[in-house]
């Protein structure tokens, strides 16, 4: 069973940083990708940023949002740096490690860390 361990979230303010943290419990390499959704009062779960297992990054809006993925192979530990939030960045946010193949795709979450950002 993989297990995915989040951390870094908490109370911010409007303008302010966080950086997430997401430590897997065996190597990410294994995943094809991991990433950070996250989840809104009220609404669906959504997909922020991703890492494929070659480093390739990808995010949800073009300009980034202010959100830089990055990784530490050597802890098997995948980050998400968020700057400029706003209080519509409120959310749950969830670890994701995806690896299978397109017709058996197998999924790992994370317990989910909050983010709340009011002044």
């Known amino acids: 069973q993989v297990l995915l361990v989040e951390s870094g979230g908490g109370l911010v303010q409007p303008g302010g940083s966080l950086r997430l943290s997401c430590e897997a419990s065996?190597?990410?390499?294994?995943?094809?990708?991991t990433g950070w959704y996250r989840q809104a009062p009220g609404g669906q779960r959504e997909s922020v940023a991703a890492i494929t297992k070659g480093g390739i990054t990808n995010y949800a809006t073009s300009d980034k949002g202010g959100i830089t993925i990055s990784r530490d192979g050597a802890t098997d530990t995948v980050y998400m740096q968020m700057n400029s939030l706003k209080p519509e960045d409120t959310a749950v946010y969830y670890c994701?490690?995806?690896?299978?193949?397109?017709?058996?795709?197998?999924?790992?979450w994370g317990q989910g860390t909050q983010v709340t950002v009011s002044s």
């Open positions: 994701n490690a995806r690896w299978g193949t397109s017709a058996a795709p197998i999924n790992s």
């Open positions: 065996i190597s990410i390499f294994n995943f094809d990708a």
